[in-house]
C-alpha cells in the first residue's frame, strides 16, 4: 500500500470511505452494467435441445470508454504514430474529435473536412479521425458546436447577429456533412469559464439555448450533449441544486433546449502542492456521487467528457499514485446509474494543451497527464484501465445448456459458440439494457 505524504493526502478520502465505496459500486455495478439474457437452443422443427455446449465471450461494451483523438498521426514519427493506433482500441470504443471552429475553418469559406486538408497541430482533419474509426469499431463524438474562446480570428467580436449567422452556417456544414456520421456532438462547452477574447454572444442570455435550438434544427435525430469545465461542478462551488452548472442546464431545459446528455469535465490541472487540499472535493468517493445523484435529478444521462490525473513526474510513485487514483474513480463512475461515457482526454504525455513536447517543465500537472509516457510506454494507469475494461468489467463462460441458458453479464456484444453432437455453431448476441434480451438458436 502506498504510504507516502502525498500518497496518503491525495487518497485519504478514499481509503477512509474505502468500505462504504466498494459496496456502493459493486452494487452499482451489477445494478446498473449487467442484465439476464435467455438463449433458447432448439433443432431445425423448433424442438428444444439438450446437451447443449456454450461458450460466451464479450467482444464490445455498450458503455463508453473514451479519450481524445487530437494526436492521431501528429506524434512526430512513424514508430509513435503506429504505437498509438495500436494501443488506442486495446482501452476505447469513443473518440472525441477536434472541430474546433478556428482550426475547422481557419479562414473563412476554407474548410479542414478533408483528409488532405492542411495539418494543424492536435487538429487532425475530420475525415482521417472517421476513417481510423471505422477501421477499429469505435464511435466518433464531436467536440464542439459552439465553443466561443476557439473562434476564429476572423469572426467579429463586436457584432453579436453576424455570429449568430456565421455560427448558424457552420452548424448546418457539419450537420450536411457528418449527421449520418457523428452520433453524438457536444453543442455548448465551458460557457461558464472566463473567456479572455469573447465575442458579443458569449454574453448572450440565451446563448445557450440558442445554440441547442439551431442545433437540433439541422441534427434532429444526433445527441446533444452540453459540456462545462471541472471547477463549475465537482468541486466546492457546488451547492446542490443551486450550483452554477446545475441552474444553468435548469433553466435552458425551462426554455426549451433540446439536451440529450450532460457533460462533466474532470481535470485535476491544480499543482502538487495544492493536490491534498483539491482532494476533498475530487477524490472523495461520497462528494462524487453527492454531485452525480444532483444532476441524475435531471432523467438525462451524464458523461464524465475529459478526465486528467497528473502523474506529475515519472517516478514510480508519482505514477502508482495516478494509477490508484484512476482506479478508484473509473469504479465510482461507472457504478452510476446515469453514467453512459467516461473519457480520458490525454493519451500521451507532453501533448496536452498548455504542455510542451520533449518539455516536462512546461506544467508538470499537464505534461504528466497521460496514460503513455512520452516514449510510448505504457503507464501503471494504463495497464489499470485495461485490467479494469477488458477482464474485471468482462464476461465470459462456459455452460452445458438443457435447452435454455440464462446468463448473466455485462451489456455488450457476445461471440456465441454452440456445440452438440460433434456440430458447431458460431453467432453474436447483443445484451442491451431495457430490451427483453431473449435469443433462439438453432443447432
Not at 441552474?247 to 502538487?272: E, K
Request: negative net charge; hydrophobic residues 35%; charged residues 25%.
Amino acid at each position: 500500500m502506498l504510504n507516502s505524504e502525498r500518497a496518503n493526502g491525495v487518497l485519504k478520502y478514499f481509503r477512509e470511505n474505502q468500505a462504504w465505496m466498494e459496496d456502493t459500486v459493486n452494487s452499482g455495478i451489477e445494478a446498473n452494467r449487467k442484465g439476464w439474457m435467455r438463449i433458447s437452443f432448439v433443432d431445425a422443427e423448433g424442438n428444444p435441445v439438450e446437451n447443449v455446449r456454450v461458450k460466451l465471450e464479450q467482444t464490445t461494451h455498450d458503455f463508453k470508454f473514451g479519450c481524445n483523438l487530437f494526436m492521431l498521426g501528429e506524434l512526430g514519427s512513424e514508430e509513435k504514430n503506429e504505437t498509438f493506433k495500436k494501443l488506442y482500441p486495446k482501452l476505447f470504443n469513443l473518440a472525441t474529435l477536434p472541430f474546433y471552429w478556428n482550426a475547422i475553418e481557419p479562414e473563412e469559406g476554407v474548410l479542414r473536412f478533408g483528409k488532405d486538408s492542411a495539418p494543424v497541430y492536435r487538429r487532425p482533419n475530420p475525415d482521417l479521425c472517421l476513417e481510423y474509426c471505422a477501421e477499429h469499431g469505435i464511435e466518433p463524438k464531436l467536440h464542439c458546436l459552439v465553443y466561443d474562446q476557439w473562434s476564429p480570428a476572423w469572426v467579429p467580436r463586436n457584432d453579436e447577429q453576424k455570429v449568430r449567422y456565421l455560427l448558424d452556417r457552420r452548424i448546418r456544414q457539419i450537420a450536411e456533412r457528418y449527421r449520418d456520421a457523428i452520433p453524438s456532438m457536444e453543442v455548448t462547452n465551458e460557457t461558464l469559464h472566463r473567456n479572455s477574447n469573447p465575442t458579443m454572444l458569449f454574453g448572450a442570455p440565451d446563448l445557450v439555448e440558442w445554440s441547442f435550438q439551431q442545433a437540433r434544427k439541422y441534427l434532429p435525430y444526433t445527441r446533444l450533449i452540453i459540456n462545462e469545465a471541472t471547477q463549475y461542478i465537482w468541486t466546492y462551488p457546488f451547492v446542490h441544486n443551486r450550483a452554477a452548472y446545475y441552474s444553468q442546464i435548469q433553466r435552458a431545459i425551462a426554455n426549451g433546449a433540446s439536451i440529450d446528455s450532460i457533460g462533466m469535465q474532470f481535470h485535476m490541472f491544480w499543482p502538487r502542492e495544492q493536490e491534498a487540499a483539491e482532494a476533498r472535493a475530487v477524490c472523495d468517493p461520497k462528494q462524487l456521487y453527492r454531485v452525480m445523484d444532483q444532476y441524475a435529478d435531471f432523467g438525462k444521462p451524464i458523461q464524465v467528457t475529459e478526465v486528467t490525473v497528473p502523474a506529475y513526474s515519472q517516478e514510480a510513485e508519482d505514477e502508482a499514485i495516478q494509477a490508484e487514483i484512476l482506479k478508484n474513480l473509473y469504479k465510482v463512475w461507472f457504478s452510476h446509474p446515469n453514467m453512459e461515457a467516461i473519457v480520458y482526454w490525454n493519451m500521451v504525455d507532453g501533448y496536452a494543451h498548455g504542455a510542451q513536447p520533449g518539455d516536462m517543465t512546461k506544467g508538470e500537472n499537464r505534461y504528466h497527464g497521460a496514460l503513455l509516457r512520452h516514449d510510448m510506454t505504457p503507464k501503471p494507469a494504463f495497464h489499470v484501465l485495461d485490467e479494469l475494461i477488458n477482464k474485471t468489467w468482462h464476461t465470459s463462460l462456459e455452460a452445458t445448456a438443457q435447452g435454455t441458458l440464462d446468463a448473466k453479464g455485462f451489456y455488450g456484444t457476445y461471440a456465441l459458440e454452440a456445440e452438440v453432437d460433434g456440430k458447431k455453431i458460431q453467432t453474436t448476441v447483443h445484451l442491451s439494457k431495457g430490451a427483453k434480451n431473449q435469443f433462439t438458436v438453432v443447432v
